[in-house]
């Protein structure tokens, strides 16, 4: 049974930056793609970036371009999301998820299969 459990979130102050890892266990991902989404309080959940656990090739949401960086390291079956420059609006709950690249980059919500229970970001102004 996969599981992904993120951790590093918490409160920072805007402009600051956090580091979150999801440690995922379960199965081989060779061919499978990580991902981060976010979820702020009344809105949809919201794609952030992806990374192919093979190629490890990476792609972003245009508005998190330049600010977050997506990384793994396949000996610790971890996926990482380096967030700088932190603003308020970024409050939210980060999930990560893993899904089978059928295509790339995948970046819609169903694409993914499994998916952790989140981890809480609040920054403050």
């Known amino acids: 049974q996969v599981q992904l459990v993120e951790s590093g979130g918490g409160l920072v102050q805007a402009g600051g930056s956090l580091r979150l890892s999801c440690a995922a266990s379960g199965r081989t991902f060779s061919r499978y793609a990580m991902g981060w989404f976010r979820q702020a309080p009344g809105k949809e959940r919201e794609f952030v970036a992806v990374?192919?656990?093979?190629?490890?090739?990476?792609y972003y949401a245009d508005s998190m371009k330049g600010r977050f960086t997506i990384s793994r390291d396949i000996t610790k079956a971890t996926v990482y999301l380096q967030m700088n420059s932190l603003k308020p609006e970024d409050t939210a709950v980060y999930y990560c998820?893993?899904?089978?690249?059928?295509?790339?980059?995948?970046?819609?919500?169903?694409?993914?299969?499994?998916w952790g229970q989140g981890t809480q970001v609040t920054v403050s102004s």
């Open positions: 998820a893993v899904g089978l690249v059928r295509r790339w980059p995948l970046w819609r919500a169903d694409d993914y299969d499994y």
């Open positions: 990374v192919g656990w093979s190629s490890g090739a990476t």
